[in-house]
């Protein structure tokens, strides 16, 4: 099934924009097996749109519009659909109704214009709209299928979850095989690593598909797996996780598309443990991950931002002469720091980092990118050395997630070093 | 100047990336004047790519391609140049010299397939490449213009600010009149309260074109004026700006599109200042941005996240029984975190935050969004209310802002309350 894209609107064309709506298309329709091959963004013109509209139902055997649906005089998506499929508007008794019902439930006011939303084409299945008033919509000729949906992602996503992909299996599976996908999210090792580890490939995949995806903070690894039908391709999904697991489980932190903080916090509650954080190269964005998830106070105690010598000496207590013999960037300084903080909190845990992180304060002996992370608890502490050689800010996130990734690992009992 | 933007490379069309290169590109054409009327994205197919670029040159007065010039197997963009303006390859002295000097630098053995990249269409200009290895192309056909660049974005955008910008400023000169543009970037006000303090409109834009860009950081207002010249051009801007500055200055805290922390960390530099922080509901963001900027730990001393009520009373020395009787989103506790961390930390100013973020924490008097910012120096302590509307994360950095704008005003004497 070949797809095209069609994004429409201004504000895509004048740079204003960036165009998140098509990725976020262009990935569900993969993992549903259709095969995008082309993404095309117009403007507000109405005989462009009719004309991409054409031209892509008569090369493509689907094409997926956003945008241009809204209620205002520049948005022409629906009248580009009449002219493109010559039909007429009607009277939706079912959007009007959820328009009627949306103004309800937040109080406000209905004008003619919203009523108008109400207007869909004649020959169009009507795609409900659960976050806005807009409603998209599903046309099928001559085997040939056209959808178009708002622009507005969070409208546009519950349609494509909730109708579009749903559709699409329906369509395909009629054809014969069904794709699902699984994202094991890992951080620590490199991919290159990962891949040599996975080696016979064929062996654990079987015939199913394997994309490294490395970002900043680690790598994922989306696997796609055929089968004759849904409960054939998840078990073969299964399968395939069991085996990689077996030689790279300790660098998987998550199944589930979830953030490392996420998943700490989780291991936290679970085992309603405390956790404090003496950060200094990192300057705060530790404490941040953790605090961006909400109930985080139920673990997270406090934080020191000991970015100057003095507040690592006055509040964690760290020994002035050790960091005068051994600099603040060292292992035995990293040691103090987790003990300190955990100390002054009261906390089961402390975390602590301290490094270098560029692109200045790099001495003869201690490069850009060395840092330490340490972890302490009532009983130890573990400090471990990284070397991280990116620009700034993205040493920063670097850190975090190793710094995050250090305790979920002491936590489980996981074998730290590589 | 009709403009039509291809983007090319199969990540693009299974959503593993997010078209960023094509909004930077449709920004800065936009802004020297040309008229992007579509963007088109394709995959690594030879074919497609030779068929979009020929089209792209019958319809559009320029075509500007992005990706597929990298060194392996699958980057085909210059194979399909070849195909579509019928030229063939030759060696480029100079391209050669830049790949040899590029390896030489990073001290790197060079491979056959790096020297290929020396060989471009012999009716092609070339783009030099000042980050990596692969050359641009620029080629005039009969009166239209095709460009193509490496897809790696920091490369493109060096080439676009550098080569094709100029040379579209350039052609267009010769055809009358020149547009420059002056962003303008606002916090702390509502984007219809900024539109209103503007009116009547013409009377302080007079011909010009202005936007109002809204993020969760506050608006930007981007003004482009259009003279007979540059310096006309430019003159106008700079009118424009100051009868702007005089009904809306204090709101602007950067004319060259600076984030807010560079802006306030030149400042306390400046004035060799110095600066602690004491963050309870934004956990540690405040401090992260500061320490984004390379240098802040010249001004930024020490940041204390005291989520805890402990933390506030034990390192910033709140009165407990302050916190019993007003609680610690108060007014009286944001002033004595503000005036605790100054102490402790023996800097100029002390800045603290304290808030409910959301989604839970709401009390019957407390709403989610209520916060309180702080600021402390050697005289005074001042306090000011917010309410935020919006989700966690979004709170988060809204409350981030505020707090490093509130610092912004008081160093610059500005009136804080709106």
Same mark, same amino acid.
């Given at each position: ?8 609107? #201004? ?21 549903a097996g259709a095969d995008v091959k082309k993404v095309v963004t117009v403007g507000d013109e109405l005989d462009e749109i009719v004309t991409d509209i054409k031209a892509g139902l008569k090369n493509y055997d689907i094409v997926i519009a956003t945008g241009g649906l ?15 499929? #010559? ?13 009627? %019902?949306? &103004? ?32 998209? &919509? ?93 409960? #054939? ?17 300790? &660098? ?19 085992? =309603?443990?405390?956790i404090s954080v003496a950060e200094s190269c990192t300057g705060g964005l530790i404490c941040d991950e953790i605090t961006n998830i909400s109930g985080s106070s139920k673990y997270f105690e406090r934080g020191i931002i000991a970015y100057s010598n003095a507040a690592k000496? %006055? ?47 790099? =001495? =003869? ?20 050395? &990284? ?12 850190? =975090? ?12 009992g996981i074998q730290i070093e590589p």
């Amino acid at each position: 099934m070949k797809a095209l894209i069609l994004s429409i609107g #201004d504000e895509l064309l004048i740079g204003q924009t960036v165009n998140t709506n098509a990725s976020y298309i262009a990935d569900k329709l993969t993992e549903a097996g259709a095969d995008v091959k082309k993404v095309v963004t117009v403007g507000d013109e109405l005989d462009e749109i009719v004309t991409d509209i054409k031209a892509g139902l008569k090369n493509y055997d689907i094409v997926i519009a956003t945008g241009g649906l809204g209620p205002t005089h520049d948005d022409i998506t629906r009248e580009a659909v009449l002219k493109a499929f #010559d039909t007429r508007l009607v009277l939706s008794e079912t959007v009007l109704e959820d328009i009627r %019902e949306r &103004f309800r439930k937040y109080n406000r006011q209905m004008s003619p214009v919203n009523e108008s939303q109400a207007m869909v084409p004649e020959t169009a299945e009507v795609i409900r709209n659960e976050a806005g008033t807009a409603p998209g &919509f599903w046309i099928e000729q001559n085997k040939k299928y056209f959808a178009c949906m708002p622009g507005v992602p969070h409208e546009m996503k519950l349609m494509m979850d909730n109708f579009i992909i749903p559709k699409i299996r329906s369509l395909k599976k009629s054809g014969g095989t069904v794709s699902k996908r699984l994202n094991l999210l890992t951080t620590g090792i490199p991919e290159s690593t990962l891949y040599q580890r996975l080696i016979p490939l064929e062996e654990i995949i079987e015939d199913a598909k394997l994309a490294f995806l490395p970002n900043v903070y680690g790598v994922k690894m989306r696997i796609t797996a055929t089968g004759a039908n849904e409960a #054939d391709a998840d078990e073969k999904l299964i399968r395939i996780e069991q085996r990689m697991r077996s030689v790279v489980g300790r &660098f998987i932190y998550s199944r589930a598309e979830e953030e490392l903080s996420v998943v700490l916090g989780r291991l936290l509650k679970e085992r =309603t443990l405390t956790i404090s954080v003496a950060e200094s190269c990192t300057g705060g964005l530790i404490c941040d991950e953790i605090t961006n998830i909400s109930g985080s106070s139920k673990y997270f105690e406090r934080g020191i931002i000991a970015y100057s010598n003095a507040a690592k000496v %006055e509040i964690l207590h760290v020994d002035e002469d050790l960091i005068a013999a051994k600099g603040a960037v060292s292992e035995e300084c990293c040691a103090e720091m987790a003990k300190g903080v955990r100390a002054i909190s009261g906390t089961d845990l402390g975390l602590s980092i301290t490094g270098i992180l560029g692109p200045t304060g790099a =001495t =003869t002996t201690k490069p850009v990118g060395l840092t330490y992370i340490g972890i302490a608890d009532s009983e130890k502490v573990v400090v471990k050395k &990284f070397n991280f050689a990116d620009n700034r800010i993205n040493n920063k996130k670097r850190a =975090t997630h190793a710094a995050l990734e250090l305790v979920r690992r002491f936590l489980l009992g996981i074998q730290i070093e590589p």
